[in-house]
């Protein structure tokens, strides 16, 4: 029987265009937390080799031309890195799980070659189900209906679960066989991280086991279950297992197969990988395909009822913005601190499955004020990577701690470009900011602990990498990269700037507040570390004395002291063709000489210290450096739309966030992956720009100005703010606010005061 997709729940591929597959592959990727998978062809493709051998050199990603694959198989187990010969320490693609691959005779199912009609796959965002259906019509003129339904459990996150029904409409019986592998033949980035692979055939269910390059083991078993049943053998090779049967359908008749497997490593259990992922799958085949879809429902439900936002007026936009989201909720590992979330949401291997500063930026915000403890959870990741951060520093011959801008789980620089990686140190400040964010969010005395450490090491770093001017009186920061990265050599970046003098308060701040809260715990600490009282007063002074670029003549708050130095662009000139990323136009030597925002920089900063600043040079800075912006970036687009929506420039907002949250529905937008930061920063500029609801890191007091752009009628979304859970609900002419947990909360609504009582409805005019 067939599933019909729910057009505001799916996103849906309505024909196969081997082109777009890739694409497809990144944009319906599925997942939950610990095991991620792009979402390939079950049966693959016959002439696409998976073994492909090739050297990449990273450069500017957002420009970067790939090899031309039909398709990339992708299969992930965060954490799970290792050594590549020129990209550093990298996300490994581990054997493929979820292959199935369907023979008529000798004739083999080809999304190229074969004869196929009726053609759909969808992606249900609910419950994260991968749906394909098509008619397939045999060489000896049998019609088959093939339906295939694959997942990974929510519940049971190592397992996936694989349904294939084909069912014979008309034309003569057919020998249909199947063939069901393990197959570890796959590469990463071109390269082979497998030092050892094993394989058991002997029986079901089979398994491979690998050793990995970064000294992990992985293993995986697999089983598949037959109605009617099926005669089955198992076959093994060096690099490839699997289980086949065959069956005589015959016309009216259905055959219906299931694939269970499982996926763990030695970072996820103690006792020997195999074994586990043994047992994952068994257990998992005797509850059944039906009921593994129930269990991760369920989990899948309670996610969203947490998490989704409703743009009534805007269906297009809200599902958008809910594809965004999913991949988010699919993405985050829940409970497990060791890592976050890379900027392409283990959707592929654009990024080698590093942590930048998307982090704290983007995407944290989203799980802070919806799902606090996943929140924690993610930020804790710079507080387990704090050992590699310590030795960023080091190397760099400072003390304290510095923080990667391409990190590896155990917080150490990966990345391959030395400008990257030398100077846009911006990255630590953002770090400090996404720490104490988390700890506004929900303050635990533990966690006080925890990131009070951090904090102090990142300000020890601070205190050395700052230059003192006399003639100024000021202290500088020196050839650094702000969030603009078509600016090579900045002198006082202001958002590096600002940012880092908040790390520095909040250094302090952090300080105190243990002192009140713990005074033993503070003594231990500031034992160790060697703390003194003279050291946290020059985080404060250099916080206060740290210089803040600003033109007053243009009341104009400068990118950088000499931004406005370097030669003026000619995009006309230079870029005709806007189809293409800028980037890929125009040599890097030319930007690092121009002005030319590859994306939101001093727009960032006032987006997230907007009490710094006044509207006035808020908007002269929306209109100073919007048109010197090329958004190669796929950052950049949501913070115009939160700022221009704040600024109530509407026309700007919208067009901005039209671009932004629909990037990855678009061909081939996610071939490479998924933009998860980009994801983050639309929901930041729906409930921060168009919602206007200010940050815990500005107000304490619950604040919401809307700006609800003409055609939304309503925007409504669940929020947690110190712990309270609430339902906000902005309308044209009213904001209404349901109070859902357990203590009075303090709001001020379109400038109107107001306790929030528990299980009450408030209304603002």
């Given at each position: 029987?067939?599933?019909?997709p729910?057009?505001?729940w799916?996103v849906i591929?309505?024909?196969?265009?081997i082109r777009?597959n890739?694409h497809?592959?990144?944009l319906?990727?599925?997942g939950?937390g610990p095991?991620?998978q792009r979402a390939c062809?079950?049966?693959g493709l016959?002439?696409?080799?998976?073994?492909?051998?090739?050297l990449?050199?990273?450069g500017?990603?957002?420009?970067?031309t790939f090899?031309?694959?039909?398709?990339?198989?992708?299969?992930?187990?965060p954490?799970?890195?290792?050594p590549?010969?020129?990209?550093?320490?990298?996300?490994?693609?581990?054997?493929a799980?979820h292959g199935?691959?369907?023979y008529?005779?000798?004739?083999?199912?080809?999304m190229?070659?074969?004869?196929i009609?009726?053609?759909?796959?969808?992606?249900?965002?609910?419950?994260g189900r991968?749906h394909?259906?098509l008619?397939w019509?045999t060489?000896?003129?049998?019609?088959?209906r093939?339906?295939?339904?694959?997942?990974?459990?929510?519940q049971?996150?190592h397992?996936?679960?694989?349904?294939v029904?084909?069912?014979?409409?008309?034309?003569?019986?057919?020998?249909?066989?199947f063939v069901?592998?393990?197959?570890?033949?796959v590469?990463?980035?071109?390269f082979?991280?497998?030092?050892?692979?094993?394989?058991?055939?002997?029986?079901?269910?089979?398994t491979?086991?690998?050793r990995?390059n970064g000294?992990?083991?992985v293993?995986g078993a697999?089983l598949?279950t037959?109605e009617?049943?099926?005669?089955r053998?198992v076959?093994?090779e060096?690099?490839?297992?699997?289980?086949?049967?065959t069956?005589l359908?015959?016309?009216?008749?259905?055959?219906?197969?299931c694939k269970?497997?499982g996926l763990?490593?030695s970072?996820?259990?103690s006792g020997?990988?195999?074994?586990a992922a043994?047992?994952?799958?068994?257990t998992?085949a005797?509850a059944g395909?039906?009921?593994?879809?129930?269990?991760s429902d369920?989990?899948?439900k309670?996610r969203?009822e947490?998490?989704?936002?409703e743009?009534?007026?805007d269906?297009?936009?809200?599902?958008?913005?809910?594809?965004?989201?999913y991949?988010?909720?699919?993405?985050a590992?829940?409970?497990?601190?060791?890592v976050?979330?890379?900027?392409?949401?283990y959707s592929?291997?654009a990024?080698?499955?590093?942590?930048?500063?998307?982090?704290?930026?983007?995407?944290?915000p989203?799980?802070l004020y919806?799902?606090p403890?996943?929140?924690?959870t993610?930020?804790?990741?710079?507080i387990?990577?704090?050992a590699?951060?310590?030795r960023?520093?080091?190397?760099?011959?400072?003390?304290?701690?510095r923080y990667?801008?391409?990190s590896n789980?155990a917080?150490d620089e990966?990345?391959?470009?030395?400008?990257y990686?030398?100077?846009?140190?911006?990255v630590t400040?953002?770090?400090?900011?996404g720490?104490w964010?988390a700890y506004?969010?929900g303050?635990?005395?533990?966690?006080l602990?925890?990131?009070s450490e951090?904090?102090?090491?990142m300000?020890r770093?601070w205190a050395?990498?700052?230059?003192?001017?006399?003639?100024r009186?000021?202290?500088?920061?020196?050839?650094?990269?702000g969030?603009d990265e078509?600016?090579?050599?900045?002198?006082n970046n202001a958002y590096?700037?600002y940012?880092?003098?908040?790390?520095l308060?909040v250094t302090?701040?952090?300080?105190?507040?243990?002192?009140?809260?713990?005074?033993?715990?503070?003594?231990?600490?500031?034992?160790?570390?060697?703390?003194?009282?003279?050291?946290?007063a020059l985080?404060?002074?250099?916080?206060?004395?740290l210089r803040?670029?600003f033109d007053?003549?243009?009341n104009l708050?400068?990118?950088?002291?000499?931004?406005?130095?370097?030669?003026r662009?000619?995009?006309?000139?230079w870029?005709?063709?806007r189809?293409?990323?800028l980037g890929?136009?125009?040599?890097?030597?030319?930007l690092y000489r121009?002005?030319v925002?590859?994306?939101a920089d001093?727009l960032?900063?006032?987006?997230?210290l907007?009490e710094?600043f006044?509207?006035?040079?808020?908007?002269?800075?929306?209109?100073?450096?919007?048109p010197l912006?090329?958004?190669?970036?796929?950052?950049?687009?949501?913070v115009?739309?939160?700022?221009?929506a704040r600024?109530d420039?509407?026309?700007e907002?919208?067009?901005?966030?039209?671009?932004?949250?629909?990037?990855d529905?678009r061909?081939?937008?996610a071939?490479e992956?998924v933009?998860a930061?980009?994801?983050?920063?639309?929901?930041q500029?729906t409930v921060?720009?168009f919602a206007?609801?200010?940050s815990l890191?500005e107000?304490?007091?619950?604040?919401?100005?809307?700006?609800?752009p003409?055609?939304?009628?309503?925007?409504?979304f669940?929020?947690?703010?110190?712990?309270?859970?609430?339902r906000?609900?902005?309308?044209?002419d009213r904001?209404?606010?349901?109070h859902?947990?357990?203590?009075?909360?303090?709001?001020?609504?379109?400038?109107q005061?107001?306790?929030?009582m528990?299980n009450?409805?408030?209304?603002?005019?």
């Open positions: 029987m067939s599933v019909e729910d057009e505001n799916s591929e309505g024909a196969f265009d777009n890739r497809y592959e990144g319906l990727a599925i939950s095991l991620q062809l079950e049966e016959g002439d696409d080799p998976q073994d492909r051998e090739y990449r050199r990273m500017n990603v957002s420009v970067e090899p031309q694959f039909k398709g990339r198989y992708g299969t992930y187990l954490g799970v890195t290792g590549h010969p020129t990209c550093g320490d990298e996300l490994i693609n581990l054997p799980i199935l691959v369907l008529a005779g000798q004739e083999r199912l080809d190229e070659r074969s004869r009609a009726d053609y759909r796959r969808w992606l249900d965002l609910r419950c991968l394909r259906e008619t019509q060489q000896r003129g049998a019609i088959l093939v339906r295939f339904e694959r997942f990974i459990s929510a049971r996150r397992v996936m679960a694989l349904r029904r084909v069912r014979h409409l008309h034309g003569p019986h057919v020998e249909l066989r069901s592998p393990l197959d570890a033949d590469r990463t980035n071109g082979d991280h497998f030092e050892r692979i094993s394989f058991t055939g002997e029986h079901e269910p089979i491979v086991e690998v990995t000294g992990d083991t293993a697999a598949v037959c009617p049943p099926v005669p053998a076959a093994t060096r690099r490839w297992a699997a289980v086949s049967g069956h359908l015959e016309p009216g008749r259905t055959l219906t197969l269970y497997a763990v490593s970072r996820h259990v020997p990988p195999v074994d043994r047992n994952l799958v068994w998992a005797a395909f039906d009921q593994l879809a129930e269990e369920a989990v899948w309670g969203w947490l998490t989704d936002v743009i009534v007026g269906p297009q936009s809200e599902h958008a913005l809910r594809v965004g989201l991949h988010l909720l699919r993405a590992v829940e409970g497990d601190p060791r976050a979330i890379d900027p392409r949401g592929g291997e990024y080698c499955g590093r942590y930048f500063w998307d982090t704290e930026i983007f995407m944290l989203l799980f919806t799902r403890e996943v929140g924690r993610l930020a804790s990741f710079r387990e990577s704090l590699g951060a310590r960023n520093a080091a190397r760099y011959g400072y003390p304290g701690a990667a801008w391409e789980p917080g990966h990345c391959p470009n030395w400008q990686a030398d100077h846009e140190i911006h400040a953002d770090v400090a900011w720490l964010h506004r969010a303050p635990d005395p533990r966690f602990v925890r990131i951090a904090l102090a090491e300000a770093y050395q990498r700052v230059t003192y001017c006399p003639q009186d000021a202290y500088e920061l020196l050839g650094v990269m969030p078509y600016t090579l050599f900045s002198r590096t700037n940012m880092t003098a908040r790390a308060k302090r701040e952090a300080w105190e507040l243990l002192q009140q809260a713990d005074a033993d715990a503070a003594a231990r600490l500031g034992q160790s570390l060697r703390l003194s009282a003279s050291e946290l985080f404060e002074r250099i916080a206060e004395k803040r670029p007053a003549a243009r708050v400068l990118q950088a002291d000499d931004f406005f130095t370097l030669e662009f000619d995009f006309q000139r870029w005709p063709d189809s293409r990323p890929a136009c125009v040599s890097q030597e030319r121009s002005q925002l590859k994306q001093v960032l900063l006032m987006a997230l907007p710094e006044s509207h006035e040079q808020v908007l002269t800075a929306y209109q100073t450096y919007t912006t090329c958004h190669d970036s796929s950052l950049s687009r949501c115009h739309a939160l700022v221009a600024l420039l509407f026309d907002a919208l067009q901005m966030w039209d671009e932004s949250v629909r990037l529905l061909p081939p937008a071939a992956g933009h930061g980009c994801a983050g920063g639309n929901w500029a921060f720009g206007g609801l200010r890191m107000s304490d007091v619950l604040r919401l100005d809307p700006h609800l003409p055609g939304w009628s309503a925007l409504r669940p929020l947690v703010w110190h712990g309270q859970p609430l906000v609900c902005v309308e044209t904001v209404i606010i349901e859902r947990g357990s203590h009075p909360l303090e709001a001020c609504v379109l400038g005061r107001q306790q929030l528990p009450r409805r408030h209304e603002f005019a």
